[in-house]
């Protein structure tokens, strides 16, 4: 089937690339020529395991083409719309202009059976909005809204082999799920489940889904808090917890919390959305899931503050971390890099280190110095601080670290790290809700 992608962005150049590893004929198009030409060249503007692998096979099969010219959309039968919902300036609220954008740029292009897709996160209403806007184009298109699920840092696996399928559709639409059961040929034949709905549905799985995953992590966050001041290990409690079936074990990591460019506006937009809808209780729980997730930053630095002897300037600290989650690149709200810049506005000589995350976070916190190298960041260091789970970190010898540090002492801001040993090599370990 010939596809279009419309947002060339971490959501789109993954879908597109995709599609096409899966056969279709597909163009993503993007207003970023800097982009477009990075993607036409196999080279991923973003890291994402797997990703430059089937972009390149796609490439080479001839399946795939990126533009910057919209009209190179005619022809195609299905076209997503990937653009991102930002938070807008000022507010809560989900930022629609580039979905509006990207919509009114279709229309002209459009014809008749042709389906529009949304897939990007968009308030709860906008589907029925945009559904009018095209039906009153006269194109003889629809619209349809399939969200999507994916995770950063297994985004081609999520696009290639989904764990569900949503389908938002007009009432009666049939054309549309054949259509989207086309696309997802593969998929669907491997047993991936099919949920087709209506469009408000479909749009609130996906902003449900994310604010059901914030409150967990919050939750055990909140239990860490608590057990910060009985003396309980939140870790064991997470432990026994996730042997109740009802509950379960995943997402229940007390750390440092969550960040990254979905859950953390998506929470907000959903709150300010329901606010609108008159509806403003149901989701008012989400704004302490939200200020709960802030609070294990500030606690994270507050320890490393007490680890320091509350004399914080001058002092060397070495941050490992700076994506909001490893195996991405992502620097967006990302609780690492928050406390490194924290760090450094006390006054500590903070070096940070990531093996993916420099370079973005640098062009947004150049005050803060860098090193790809674990060892030259460990060096002399008064105290160390974790925030980013990648198994580089995780999988430190504390024997060999305490022979690079001036003082060994470990802020553990994920629960990574096996305080025993630790604290045997002769490291003073902080956990998080750990005694």
């Known amino acids: 089937m010939k596809i279009s992608v419309i947002g060339c962005g971490y959501l789109g150049a993954v879908h597109a690339a995709a599609m096409a590893k899966l056969g279709h004929d597909v163009v993503g198009i993007d207003v970023d020529a800097g982009k477009i030409a990075q993607l036409s060249d196999g080279r991923p503007p973003f890291f994402e395991p797997g990703l430059p692998e089937i972009l390149s096979s796609a490439l080479a099969s001839g399946r795939l083409r990126f533009s910057t010219d919209i009209a190179e959309v005619a022809g195609s039968r299905v076209h997503f719309v990937a653009v ?17 954008s990207a919509v009114d740029a279709l229309l002209p292009h459009l014809a008749p059976g042709d389906i529009v897709v949304g897939k990007s996160t968009v308030p709860v209403g906008s589907a029925a909005r945009l559904a009018g806007v095209i039906d009153e184009s006269g194109s003889g298109a629809v619209l349809a809204w399939n969200p999507e699920f ?6 081609v696996l999520d696009t290639m082999s989904p764990d569900r399928l949503v389908y938002g559709v007009a009432s009666g639409d049939d054309t549309a799920v054949a259509a989207l059961n086309e696309v997802y040929a593969t998929a669907i034949a491997a047993g991936t489940p099919v949920v087709v709905t209506d469009f408000a549905t479909a749009e609130l799985v996906k902003v449900a889904a994310n604010a059901f995953l914030a409150t967990k992590i919050s939750f055990i966050n909140a239990m860490a808090e608590i057990a910060e001041v009985t003396g309980a290990d939140v870790t064991q409690l997470a432990d026994a917890l996730g042997f109740d079936n009802r509950i379960g074990r995943r997402f229940l990591n007390a750390g440092v919390g969550f960040g990254g460019g979905c859950l953390p506006k998506d929470i907000r937009a959903f709150t300010a959305r329901a606010e609108e809808l008159g509806r403003g209780e149901s989701v008012a729980f989400l704004k302490e899931v939200d200020q709960i997730n802030l609070r294990r930053r500030q606690r994270v630095v507050d320890l490393t503050v007490h680890a320091l002897g509350s004399v914080v300037n001058e002092k060397k600290v070495a941050v490992l971390g700076l994506a909001f989650k490893p195996h991405s690149d992502d620097v967006r709200d990302s609780p690492a890099l928050d406390v490194a810049v924290q760090l450094r506005g006390l006054g500590a000589n903070v070096i940070a280190t990531d093996p993916q995350a420099i370079e973005n976070s640098r062009a947004r916190h150049p005050q803060i110095a860098y090193s790809a190298d674990i060892a030259e960041t460990l060096r002399d260091a008064d105290a160390v601080v974790l925030v980013t789970e990648w198994p580089e970190f995780a999988g430190i010898d504390p024997v060999w670290a305490a022979g690079l540090v001036r003082n060994p002492t470990i802020i553990d801001g994920r629960n990574k790290l096996d305080a025993a040993a630790w604290r045997a090599a002769g490291w003073t370990y902080h956990g998080l809700g750990r005694p």
């Open 150 to 155: 994916l995770r950063e840092g297994f985004a």
């Open 84 to 100: 991102g919902t930002p938070q807008r300036d000022g507010s809560n609220a989900a930022d629609m202009t580039y979905v509006d």
